[in-house]
């Protein structure tokens, strides 16, 4: 829209604005509504020129009281007062500028001008709620002892392991000492026959001591995994501060 500044619509006011007080007064008005409106308080603003009006009506009240109007999105009202600035006559270029400015409130009403809103007042913290206290939960029973199972228990497998081995050999070694003490039987001299006796007894002896070792293997292996690998476990815990209890199943394979 093309439109008159509403200070230069108010400063052309002083040179007819003289004489007595009641034109003094509305030319004060007039300064506070130009001071209002650069603050954006275009109520107030319009308020002023109204009452300056009414001191001295001066026709270029009426087009900045029509300018705040539609400022404030108020087009309708502001057609009011363009129309009644036209009717004092005022020169052909400002008259253009308003009938301009009335078919534009016509046909495409501006926006009204946001005006400066309130302070708002600071807000009162709220307290929030007190936190629920909550009972402690009961301690959870102690976890079970982590011990590999038994096929991973290197010692007591490799005992039992390193029993059967030996037993193997001393088995072998038997048999060997009585394949000897046939061959001395047979024997076709008395050197000979001596020689496959000594061979016998020296390979039995190696072997009783092969069987030996075998057995303390075996059951030094079968003792450690018997101790390290007991069959399960229960234990019974109270739960503080209820009436039940906690059973806990725990084992070891």
């Known amino acids: 829209m ?5 200070a230069g619509c108010i400063l052309a006011l ?13 030319k004060h ?11 954006g308080k275009l109520a107030e603003s319009l308020d002023e020129l109204k009452t300056s009006y009414a001191l001295d009506p001066q026709p270029p009240l009426l087009f900045a009281m029509g300018q705040i109007h539609v400022q404030l999105g108020e087009c309708p009202q502001a057609i009011v007062y363009y129309e009644r600035y036209l009717a004092t006559k005022p020169p052909d270029d400002t008259a253009q500028v308003t009938r301009e400015a009335i078919e534009t409130c016509k046909t495409n009403p501006p926006p009204a001008i946001q ?3 309130a302070p708002a007042e600071p807000a009162v913290p709220v307290a929030p709620p007190p936190t629920p206290v909550r009972a402690a939960p009961p301690p959870p029973p102690p976890p079970p002892v982590a011990t590999a199972p038994w096929y991973a228990d290197y010692v007591g497998d490799g005992l039992v392991a390193g029993g059967v081995v030996a037993g193997v050999v001393g088995i072998v070694l038997y048999r060997s000492a009585l394949s000897a003490r046939d061959d001395a039987d047979h024997a076709a001299d008395y050197q000979t026959f001596a020689s496959d006796i000594d061979r016998a007894n020296s390979t039995r002896t190696t072997a009783v001591v092969f069987g030996i070792g075998a057995a303390a293997l075996v059951t030094a292996g ?3 995994l018997v101790l390290h690998h007991r069959g399960p476990e229960v234990t019974v815990a109270a739960n503080p501060g ?3 209890a906690t059973l806990v199943w725990s084992g070891r394979f």
Do not use: F, I, N
């Not at 093309?2 to 509403?6: E, N």
């Open 2 to 6: 093309k439109a008159l500044l509403l």
């Open 14 to 26: 002083p040179t007819v604005a003289r004489g007595d007080d009641s034109k003094a007064e509305a």
């Open 29 to 39: 008005h007039v300064d506070r509504a130009t001071a209002l409106h650069k603050d």
């Open 115 to 117: 005006t400066r809103p």
């Open 222 to 224: 079968a003792v450690h």
């Open 242 to 244: 209820t009436k039940g």
